[in-house]
Each structure stands twice: as C-alpha cells, then as structure tokens.
C-alpha cells in the first residue's frame, strides 16, 4: 500500500475529490515530519506514539577498518504501536 | 502532539474542508494503515517511512509474581521503518 492507495481510501470515504483526496495525504504526512523534525512527539489515539529519542555521542568503529571515530549525538525517531494496534496483528 | 491538535494543525492548511472532513480524513489514513497490516500487507510512505510487521518468536517465560515458567507463542508485531528524508530532517537545524 503506498500514499496513492491511501488517497483512494480516503476519496472513498470522505466528499473529497481525488485531487484533494491525494493534496490532504501529502499535507498530513507533511506536517507530521515537520512535527517531528521539531523534536516534537505524536500520539495518534489507537494508532500509536512516534517519538523523537535523543541519543548521545559514543565511540563507533568502522567494522571494515577497524579504525575508532567518535559518533555525534543525534536525534532518532521510533514508533511505539497502541495496545489495540498490537493485539489486532498478533495472529496474523 | 496528541490526535486532536495534529487535526486542527491540518485543518488550519486544508483549505475548503471541515474540520469534521480532516478528522474523518485522518482517522480513514490510521484505520487503512492497521488494515493494510492486519491483511499482511505492507505500508510504504515515500520520505515518512514503511510499516510492516515483524515476527516474534516463541520464547519462555516467567510469570514475575509467581515465577511459573509461561510458554509464549509466536506473534506478529507492528514495525516503523523512518524514512530516509525523515530520518536527516530530524538532525537538521
């Protein structure tokens, strides 16, 4: 399933064009990167949390080289399923 | 952010439709997604990210209040791969 699928999902079920069907898709997505990339956290009731971690600095090495380099602290962003959305896929 | 204020943000940019058609706009993309998944199909998001599920293998374990040993069956579970153009936006600024 990709964004044009969901596009078809929601022309279908909202009184929206497809043109505007497939704009919201692309602004939701938008908006939640632009979000995130604030550092901000999303909780979608039912759906999940994405959540924006902060890690620190720490020694890497290179695993072909060997050589040692000093990995900078930087932001990373994980998804955490609802209960609902966990127990609805257990069995699949 | 909760739901409700990521509805009213968009809202704020959809021109032309309700705030009631944003909601119902929103809570069809989550529904699909968890649909999608619950068919075994997986979910691809160009520069957000893909959902899938990942397998959980069967394991031992341990009841923490009584400490009888509980035989966990194997199970699916939802999984966010961030997508690239995500993942570096996050570092930017």
């Known amino acids: 399933m990709t964004k044009a699928d969901l596009a078809d999902k929601v022309y279908e079920k909202v009184g929206l064009s497809r043109k505007e069907a497939v704009d919201m898709i692309e602004t939701l997505f938008e908006s939640m990167k632009s979000i995130l990339s604030e550092g901000e956290s999303i909780k979608i009731t039912g759906f999940g949390t994405f959540l924006v971690r902060k890690k620190g600095s720490r020694r890497g090495r290179n695993p072909k080289t060997g050589v040692e ?24 | 952010m909760t739901k409700s204020s990521l509805i009213e943000k968009i809202s704020e940019k959809a ?34 990210g893909n959902f899938k ?25 939802p999984y966010f791969k961030v997508g690239k153009e995500l993942r570096e936006m996050v570092n930017k600024v």
């Not at chain 2, 909601?23 to 691809?44: P, Y």
């Not at chain 2, 599920?53 to 579970?77: C, D, F, H, I, Q």
């Open chain 2, 15 to 48: 021109e032309g439709l309700t705030k009631k058609q944003t909601e119902v706009v929103i809570e069809t993309v989550f529904e699909s997604i968890k649909e999608a998944l619950t068919k075994g199909d997986k979910v691809e998001i160009r520069g957000f």
């Open chain 2, 53 to 77: 599920l990942r397998s959980r293998l069967a394991r031992k374990a341990r009841n923490p209040k009584t400490g009888a040993a509980v035989e966990v069956e194997p199970k699916k579970v």
């Open chain 1, 69 to 92: 380099i000093e990995i900078t602290q930087r932001k990373v962003i994980t998804f955490k399923p609802s209960l609902q959305f966990k127990a609805i896929v257990e069995k699949v």
